[in-house]
């Protein structure tokens, strides 16, 4: 083995375990944000029985399987959010690294950083229909970062992605609100559109939008035949913009280079 791919290994390992760490600390943010609790403070506590974890009981994927998903003292279960976010968090860096990491070393770290606000996103507004300033203001500042070093899109892709995108949002958030005297989407949803477009630049930003609405399509389809939902029902729309981002950050470039050679282009 060269040194090289030992370094590549190194990385790997170091994305895996790092990232199922930052996984366990965006539970505490996508738990205690919302519910206007301080982070470092109280200690880790069961909701039920208040027991305080020991660290032991704080060791990501670990401890939860050790302790079978219930609480170690009262043996009430713990929800299967908390092991999905550390997962799905580490997952998403390795394929970060994965898919960038060699070629382009930055945009694997933007890349990264994305992923876990976008993780936070999805699981706060599927649950409060809120979307915190915080985490559009990480992904704004990436998206600049991006203008320089993300090679697939020229610098005013990334403009023209934010301006356009956020504009379109803006037009149906007061358009809705001028037709059907209600918001169609929140606000929160038109600045996530705003910070995507600069993120992705246009070309992935439409990409995502794509499945973004048509997840959200069959989802509400689903949801109106099968759970027997009400017309009038509210739902968030910003989970739905995160997939999209998601998938599109991750394939939305070989995907777009494919269609464009098909058409002609
Ligand atoms: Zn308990």
């Known amino acids: 083995m060269g040194l090289e791919q030992f370094y590549l290994i190194c990385t790997y390992v170091i994305a895996g375990l790092v990232g199922l760490c930052v996984g366990s600390f965006l539970n505490v943010v996508i738990y205690r944000l919302p519910n206007g609790m301080k982070m470092s403070k109280p200690a880790s506590h069961c909701t039920t029985c208040d027991y305080t974890l020991k660290w032991y009981d704080n060791i990501p994927v ?42 382009n070393p930055v945009y694997a770290v933007i890349s990264a950083i994305a992923m876990s606000a976008l993780i936070c996103i999805f699981f706060i507004d599927l649950e409060h229909l809120l979307i915190y300033n915080r985490f559009l203001i990480i992904l704004g500042v ?18 023209i992605g934010a301006a356009a995108f956020g504009a379109a949002f803006l037009l149906i958030y007061y358009g809705a609100i001028w037709v059907l005297k209600r918001e169609g989407l929140g606000f929160g949803d038109v600045k996530f559109a705003f910070v995507a477009g600069l993120l992705l630049g246009w070309q992935r930003m439409l990409f995502a939008m794509l499945i973004a609405s048509v997840s959200a399509s069959i989802v509400l389809l689903i949801l109106r035949r099968v759970r027997g939902d009400e017309q009038g029902k509210e739902y968030p729309f910003g989970p739905f913009i995160s997939v999209g981002i998601a998938v599109s950050l991750f394939v939305g470039a070989p995907i777009i280079t494919w269609y464009l050679g098909l058409i002609g282009f």
């Open 142 to 159: 990436l998206g600049v970062v991006a203008i320089f070093f993300d090679k697939y899109t020229r610098w005013y892709d990334h403009l």
């Open 62 to 103: 670990v401890s939860y399987i050790m302790l079978g998903g219930k609480c170690r003292k009262c043996k009430e279960p713990i929800s299967p959010r908390y092991i999905s976010v550390e997962i799905l968090n580490a997952a998403l860096w390795l394929l970060s690294v994965a898919l960038f990491w060699e070629k």
